[in-house]
C-alpha cells in the first residue's frame, strides 16, 4: 500500500511517527507532505534535526507552500490512502473531486480531532476513525446526540469566560446526530489505542536524564506550562490567572467581573508555580518544564523556578512522553498529557484555574468527565488549594494505583499498550482492502 501523512505541523509527528514505523515494517511506502508555507507556526515548518529516528525504513518526503496546492496534492493522490490525525477540510468534502476520491481517508484520533466532526456529512467524508478507547466512542457519541440550546444560553451569559466551548456548541446546534448518523459513525469506527502510548518503551530514563542534564539521584517534578503564555486568553479567567502583579490582579479582576471582583482570591499563575517549587524543593526534587511548540518561556516565572527547561526536541518519541518517564508527579492546567503520564506509570496534579467553566467543559466535551481527577490515579486541585497546601505536602502522597492505573488506561488510552499501533495498521490494510473488493 501506498500511504500520504499530510504533516500541517511539524509536532503532528509525535502521534503518526509511530504508525509510520509500524507501516514501513510491514512493507508498505509512505509519503509525507511537509508544510513548507510561512503560514504555519515558525516553530512547527519542517526542521531536520527534529526529523523522526525511524527503526524500519524511511519514509518519503514531499512538499507543499498553500493551501490550495495542499489541496491540489491530496485530490490527486494515487495511492491507497490518506492518513491524518485532523478531518477533511470543508473545501476537500464540498468539491467534485472528493466524491470521486480512489483513496481511504484515515483518521486518527486525539483529543482534537473529532472536536471539528458535526453532521453526517463530516462522518462519511472519513472512512476509517482509529479511536483510543470505547469511552471515547462512546463520548463522541454523546457529544453530537445531546442538544445544547440550553447549554448555549448559558456560556453566553458567561460573557468571555463561556467563548472557548460556545465556538464548539454553536457549531452542533442543527447538526445533532440521528440514528443513521450514529450507525455510520460505529460502522466506521475501530478501537486501536492512543499511538504516543506505543513509544513509551522506546524511552530510556538514564538517557534522556543525561542528555537533559539531569541528576538521576534527586526525583523529578515535570511540569507541562499553561497553554497561556504566547497563545493568548481564551477568557477573563485566563487573563487574570496570567497577571502577577497584585494591584494589575486586582484591577483586572474588577474590569473582568466587576463588584463581583473584590471576592477573587489572588490564586494566579505565578503563586501556584511558586507552591511548586517550595513543594520540590522540600523533597530536594528537580523541577523540569516543558513548554509548548510556540512558548519561550525565558524570563517567565517558569524559567525562575524550573531546574531544566524543555521544549519539543524530539518527536518520536515526543518530548513530553520523555518528560513523564523520568517524573515521580507531572503537574499541568486540564492537558491531555495526563494520559502519557499514567502510561508512563506517573501519577499527577491537576491545578483547576479560578473561574474556568469545568462542567460546561465536561458536558461539551464528555471524553474528558474524570479525566483529569481519577482515584488513586491523578488529583485534581483548585489553585488556592495549591498555594496553601502543596508546600506541605509529602511526595509519597500523590501515589499511583495499579490496578486504577489500568482502568484509567483503559478508557483514556488504549484496551492494552501492546501493538497499538499494528492494530492501527491492520485497520488501514482491512479498510484499503474492503475498497478494492467493492470496486
Given at each position: ?24 515494517a510491514r512493507g508498505h511506502h509512505v ?283 524530539s518527536y518520536y518519541p515526543h518530548t ?120
Amino acid at each position: 500500500m501506498k500511504i500520504l501523512f499530510p504533516i500541517v505541523r511539524f509536532n503532528w509527528y509525535r502521534t503518526v511517527a509511530p504508525v509510520m514505523d509500524a507501516l514501513m515494517a510491514r512493507g508498505h511506502h509512505v509519503v509525507c507532505l511537509h508544510n513548507q508555507s510561512y503560514e504555519n507556526f515558525t516553530s512547527n515548518r519542517p526542521d531536520a534535526s527534529r526529523f523522526p529516528c525511524f527503526r524500519s525504513g524511511q519514509p518519503e518526503i514531499r512538499s507543499y507552500q498553500s493551501e490550495e496546492e495542499l489541496m491540489a496534492k491530496l485530490m490527486s493522490w494515487d495511492g491507497d490512502a490518506i492518513a491524518s490525525i485532523d478531518l477533511p477540510l470543508k473545501p476537500w468534502i464540498e468539491s467534485a473531486d472528493w466524491g470521486n476520491r480512489r483513496f481511504r481517508y484515515i483518521a486518527i484520533s486525539t483529543t482534537d480531532t473529532l472536536k471539528r466532526l458535526y453532521g453526517a456529512r463530516d462522518v462519511t467524508a472519513v472512512d476509517l476513525f482509529c479511536l483510543r478507547s470505547d469511552w471515547e466512542l462512546e463520548s463522541c457519541i454523546l457529544d453530537h446526540r445531546t442538544r445544547y440550546s440550553e447549554t448555549c444560553a448559558e456560556l453566553e451569559k458567561l460573557g468571555p469566560d463561556g467563548r472557548k466551548m460556545l465556538r464548539i456548541v454553536e457549531k452542533r446546534l442543527g447538526n445533532e446526530w440521528d440514528n443513521a448518523t450514529e450507525s455510520e459513525f460505529r460502522s466506521r469506527s475501530v478501537i486501536t489505542g492512543y499511538p504516543m502510548l506505543a513509544t513509551l518503551p522506546l524511552v530510556h530514563r538514564e538517557e534522556v536524564l543525561a542528555r537533559w542534564g539531569i541528576d538521576p539521584k534527586r526525583p523529578v517534578i515535570g511540569i507541562w506550562s499553561t497553554p497561556t503564555s504566547g497563545r493568548g486568553y481564551h477568557g477573563s479567567y485566563d487573563w487574570l490567572f496570567a497577571e502577577s502583579n497584585p494591584l494589575k490582579f486586582y484591577l483586572k479582576a474588577l474590569s473582568a467581573y466587576g463588584v463581583k471582583g473584590f471576592g477573587v482570591s489572588l490564586a494566579n499563575e505565578k503563586r501556584c508555580l511558586q507552591a511548586i517549587h517550595h513543594f520540590a524543593r522540600k523533597h530536594d526534587a528537580q523541577v523540569v518544564v516543558k513548554a509548548r511548540h510556540y512558548q519561550e518561556l525565558d524570563g517567565t516565572v517558569y524559567a525562575q523556578i524550573a531546574d531544566r527547561v524543555v521544549g519539543e526536541e524530539s518527536y518520536y518519541p515526543h518530548t513530553a512522553v520523555e518528560l513523564a518517564c523520568i517524573s515521580r508527579l507531572m503537574i499541568g492546567f486540564r492537558t491531555s498529557g495526563y494520559v502519557e503520564a499514567v502510561g508512563a506509570g506517573c501519577s499527577f496534579l491537576n491545578i483547576e484555574i479560578p473561574r474556568d467553566p469545568l462542567e460546561h467543559t465536561y458536558r461539551v466535551l464528555h471524553f474528558w468527565r474524570g479525566l483529569c481527577d481519577f482515584q488513586r490515579v491523578g488529583y485534581s486541585w483548585t489553585a488556592d488549594r495549591v498555594i496553601s497546601d502543596l508546600p506541605g505536602m509529602h511526595l509519597d502522597e500523590f501515589g499511583i494505583d495499579p490496578v486504577q492505573r489500568n482502568e484509567f488506561l483503559l478508557r483514556y488510552g488504549s484496551p492494552d499498550l501492546q501493538n497499538i499501533c499494528n492494530r492501527v495498521v491492520d485497520a488501514i490494510e482491512q479498510s484499503c482492502k474492503n475498497e478494492e473488493g467493492s470496486r
